[in-house]
């Protein structure tokens, strides 16, 4: 069965810092990850999607790498910012045509 | 505005009252699904939906219910609702479900059963 970790679990980091999520699976079996945001009280907006034939994906300020092998992502956020405190959420598409999340990292930028 | 829209958003009802949260997409989106969301067990799926008159149960599917009758809507059915369904309920709906496209969230349902 699929399992999705995420470590850590919150993460406070000054302004300016650059930092890493990161995000392991058991099953190396999977179509593809995605990264996405929550903020509070609101619904998820995906950040990134990676096929399982990708290494990487890049938006902006946003870094998403996978090795599918050693069932791993991480998300590099580069010069973080006060608008990026939200928790993280990533999620592998795996048969039979499932979505499984991990549970999160709360990330909180202060100025 | 492509989105995925949940009504109602908030909600509180009592233990057996049947009750049904709409969700809609305007994206012509094949794969639409539920979620629900609970502190300390992140996001699990109730039932999804490959295509028209095509459901399947997720990893949670017990007392819920759903239907696919046009492919822009997919209801979440609660015949009996107990306390222990009071959750934070996500539709989501992608172009293609086999392989995984991007996923849109709708913006959640706060359902409370006392």
């Known amino acids: 069965k699929q399992e999705v970790t995420q470590i850590p679990a919150a993460l406070s980091v000054p302004e300016g810092e650059n930092l890493v999520l990161n995000c392991s699976f058991t099953d190396s079996a999977i179509y593809n990850l995605q990264w996405f945001r929550q903020d509070p009280g609101k619904g998820l907006t995906s950040l990134l999607l990676?096929?399982?034939?990708?290494r990487e994906q890049t938006s902006g300020r946003l870094n998403a790498s996978l090795d599918k092998s050693s069932g791993r992502s991480t998300l590099y956020i580069a010069a973080s910012q006060p608008g990026d405190s939200a928790t993280y959420l990533c999620?592998?598409?795996?048969?039979?045509?499932?979505?499984?999340f991990g549970t999160g990292t709360r990330l909180q930028v202060f100025p | 505005e492509a989105q995925v829209t949940q009504n109602p958003r908030y909600l509180i009802t009592v233990t057996g009252k049947k009750l049904t949260v709409t969700c809609s997409q305007n994206?012509?989106?094949?794969?639409m699904s539920w979620y629900r969301q609970d502190p300390g067990l992140g996001l699990r799926q109730i039932y999804y939906s490959m295509n028209v008159e095509v459901t399947d149960k997720g990893d949670v599917p017990e007392g819920y219910k759903v239907s696919r009758k046009e492919k822009r809507n997919f209801p979440l059915i609660l015949e009996s609702p107990s306390p222990n369904q009071t959750s934070l309920y996500f539709c989501a709906s992608s172009l293609m479900g086999q392989g995984g496209d991007t996923q849109y969230f709708g913006p959640g349902t706060r359902l409370t059963v006392l």
């Open positions: 990676i096929q399982s034939s990708q």
């Open positions: 994206m012509n989106h094949e794969y």
């Open positions: 999620a592998v598409f795996c048969l039979p045509d499932k979505l499984i």
